[in-house]
């Protein structure tokens, strides 16, 4: 009767919930943990300047997260970001590094907050001496910086992290 359709919705809904919910409650922005979802074949490499680094075999693709520590005025400089902002910014750390500026072209910018915390999703593709990637940095404002950055030059690997680049987890207490 009643009380048994009752009795197996309640555990459905209880579902839909924890899903909703994703990132626990948010009493702060200490974050504890993360996940994202990977594309099959990635393994966690060494990579010199980054504090995690996921790459696939052929070297076609990788995944890196750089923590930073927050300045005083890092929070209003966040805030502040735009995509002209994110690719002047890039241009000029390449330029410094590689002597020669690169062409960026952007694919989107979006706030999408993350797990209730400030969040902007920035994703161009970028040329240089013949070469193209496309990048999708990630980056989230909590107690430190955390900035993912998605690399590829392949198109079916890409979908996959535009798709992993929209569901980051974070796990804050």
């Given at each position: 009767g009643e009380d048994?359709?009752?009795?197996?919705?309640?555990?459905?809904?209880?579902?839909?919930?924890?899903?909703l919910a994703g990132c626990g409650p948010k009493l702060n922005d200490h974050v504890t943990d993360y996940h994202i979802d990977l594309p099959g074949g990635f393994e966690e490499i060494e990579m010199e300047g980054?504090?995690?680094?996921?790459?696939?075999?052929?070297?076609?693709?990788?995944v890196n997260l750089k923590v930073t520590a927050k300045a005083g005025t890092a929070n209003a400089a966040f805030k502040a970001i735009t995509a002209d902002i994110a690719r002047e910014t890039i241009a000029a750390a390449w330029k410094e590094q590689y002597g020669s500026e690169p062409a960026i072209t952007d694919r989107y910018f979006t706030k999408d907050e993350i797990c209730g915390l400030p969040a902007y999703q920035y994703s161009y593709v970028l040329e240089w001496e013949g070469q193209t990637v496309t990048q999708i940095l990630v980056s989230v404002n909590a107690d430190k910086t955390y900035a993912f950055a998605y690399t590829t030059n392949d198109e079916a690997i890409l979908k996959e992290f535009d798709a992993s680049a929209k569901n980051i987890q974070l796990t804050i207490e």
């Open positions: 048994t359709m009752k009795k197996k919705i309640l555990p459905l809904l209880a579902l839909a919930l924890v899903v980054v504090d995690k680094c996921w790459a696939n075999a052929d070297q076609t693709a990788n």
